[in-house]
């Protein structure tokens, strides 16, 4: 069998034997299997190699995809955390601003609820004030009234009891004292049948609730003052000494208003008595019977009393300054003996501690006379 071939070169037939045929039939299918073989190791190497590469590639891509995504991962966690952060501060800073607009809207509400209530203290104030300011104007006016009704009814009375001494004395001079110018109300000179002045009764009335026993010194002081001879005191209520309804209480006579008349007869009888005494011995007086006329006198017994008032007021005062220095003596005595006392427990307590070493201090020592 004879097969031709195309020269490769110049492309003219060739006739091969088929030996030769099958010879180079079997070199040419070897050697295009070692080719292919060759080739396909070629070819596999080149696509493992390939492969590789891409693989290699690949991997270096996607290890370079997951850094960048790490990263990328990585600052959205940053992101999400500044977020975080800054929705956190955000919130930090409206609840922050809303505490502080509670705290100022507190504080306006409380300076509010203050200038409320300080306006409302002032007008309370201002209404207390003008309800005692018209309480006091009442009071005042109501003390008027009654100091009024009360001097006008004790000038209605003096003018009274006056009228009642001229209508029962005539001829006794019957004389109004002036406001401020002793305590006393009228002044009755009493006047003898010759037209002689024979002494004077001051009288003092009063209309109180209560008895004073400052009436009492008033009325002799007054007494002094005026050179009367005898007091009197007609008043509604009268001390102990006179609950009769006439008495006398440390030489001031006092009777009840009905018995006035009764009392000033009395008083202007022993008058007109004792003047007409002293004008019987008037030619007969010697110094010494001078003297014992006014020891006698009421006028010598006004002095007296005086003076011995004054000094039991000077005797009550030095028995009460007495008594306080005593009380004041006795404190500071006391506390000397519990700072003596406290000192040497407190130098025993110190002994105690300390021993011999603690200086000696003889006051606290006790002397060889009372160790024997």
């Known amino acids: 069998m004879i097969s031709n071939l195309s020269c490769p070169h110049c492309g003219k037939p060739i006739e091969l034997s ?5 010879e180079l039939t079997h070199e040419l299918t070897k050697s295009l299997e070692d080719k292919n073989k060759v080739a396909v190791e070629q070819a596999k190497k080149e696509t493992s190699e390939k492969i590789a590469g891409e693989m290699k590639l690949l991997k270096d891509q996607i290890d370079a995809r997951n850094k960048e995504l790490e990263i990328a991962q990585r600052a959205e966690l940053e992101l999400r955390k500044e977020k975080n952060k800054l929705d956190e501060e955000r919130r930090t800073f409206e609840l922050d601003k809303q505490r502080q607009m509670d705290k100022e809207r507190e504080v306006i509400r409380q300076k509010s609820l203050e200038e409320a209530s300080e306006k409302f203290h002032l007008k309370e104030k201002e209404k207390d004030m003008m309800i005692e300011s018209l309480r006091k104007s009442l009071e005042e006016a109501n003390r008027k009234a009654m100091v009024g009704s009360q001097q006008l009814q004790g000038e209605v009375l003096e003018l009274d009891f006056e009228q009642l001494l001229r209508t029962s004395f005539p001829q006794d001079r019957i004389e ?3 406001k401020g110018v002793l305590g006393a109300d009228v002044r009755q000179v009493v006047v003898s049948p010759m037209g002689v ?6 009288w003092e009335n009063k209309r109180t609730k209560a008895w004073s026993d400052g009436w009492v010194t008033k009325l002799k002081n007054d007494v002094l003052a005026d050179k009367a001879n005898i007091p009197a005191i007609i008043s509604e209520v ?24 009764p009392l000033a007869l009395l008083l202007r009888k022993s008058l007109l008595e004792v003047a007409k005494q002293k004008k019987i011995a008037s030619n007969q007086l010697t110094k010494s019977e001078e003297l014992y006329a006014f020891v006698t006198s009421h006028e010598f017994q006004h002095q007296v009393e005086a003076m011995i008032s004054i000094y039991k007021d ?43 070493s603690l200086p000696v201090i003889q006051s606290l020592e006790l002397s060889e006379e009372t160790e024997a």
Do not use: F, H, N
């Open 314 to 356: 000077m005797d009550d005062q030095l028995k009460k300054e007495r008594t306080a220095y005593e009380r004041m003596w006795k404190l500071r005595e006391e506390q000397i003996k519990k700072l003596s006392i406290g000192v040497a427990g407190m130098y025993g307590s110190m002994q105690g501690i300390a021993g011999q």
């Open 18 to 22: 088929q030996a030769l045929t099958q």
């Open 197 to 202: 002045d024979c002494g004077s009764i001051l």
């Open 238 to 261: 009268v001390p102990d000494e006179a609950k009769s309804g006439i008495g006398q209480k440390d030489g001031v006579w006092i009777a009840l208003p009905k018995l006035a008349i």
């Open 176 to 178: 109004p004292i002036a």
